[in-house]
């Protein structure tokens, strides 16, 4: 039986910035839009941590029964390192998506947008065909299109949607931002995998970019959010505090394009996290001094 510490390790506490992230800065876009509700902030940002803890356990489920984890570099996996029963990661997954499912209907009753149903109920369905079902997704290199419109689009526009019911192409460009650096924690991530997944036959876009191809796409990744910074200053100077997350990424990148691998590469998923994390801060709170 797995111990605490094992389940909150096999949660991937790393990832959290993914989830929090889009719903701090999405709070500050609605700020600037003068409707901010804040406990529809923190139901959102409920959903966003119960869909990601629930999707990591998913992918550890359905990578642990499909033997991909059987040899790995990084973090401990429940199912593959035997630490849990493949039953009891399966029901905590689907346990925390209930609990995304429940928070999210409260969010719809309160918009009275029934619509979004549909939204939470794609949400979910991406968490599990990530890599769960006969033909997940993300073993055929589309899991950085479902970060990105997940984790970025629809978790900030999302946020802000809920509680201005209209969005604003300040909110579309920090999705844009976020979406991107939360793609860029994967990528680092399948960056390190790459030899085991391609032997597993797990194709990722890091397998399918190469080496060179991913650790270039990932520097393209983290440039992005500065290059938002920068139209979102043209029109809210303040805003150009953003910028003062770039340090936090140095680290990170020199060590993907200094040609890092495996375990060396373990820490480049945190600082990205960390970078993100603090871009959304700088940002929201930028844009919420606007309104």
Known sequence: MATVAEWIEGARPRTLPNAIAPVLVGVGAAAQLDAVSWWRSLLALLVAVALIIGVNYANDYSDGVRGTDNERVGPLRLVGSGAASAKAVLGAALGLFLLAALFGLVLVLASGQWWLL????SCIAGAWFYTGGSRPYGYAGFGEVAVFVFFGLTAVLGTVY??????SWEALGCAVAVGCLSVAVLVANNLRDIPTDRE???ITLAVRLGDRGTRRFYLALVTV???????????H?????????APLLVTPVRAVMAGNTGVRLIPVLRDTGMAMLAWAILTGAALAFTG
């Open 237 to 245: 100077p303040v805003t150009s505090v953003g910028l003062l997350a």
């Open 200 to 202: 597993a036959g797990k």
């Open 225 to 235: 959010p500065f290059l938002v910074t920068a139209a979102l200053a043209f029109a």
């Open 118 to 121: 549909l939204v939470g109920a």
């Open 162 to 167: 809920v509680q201005a019911e209209r969005v």
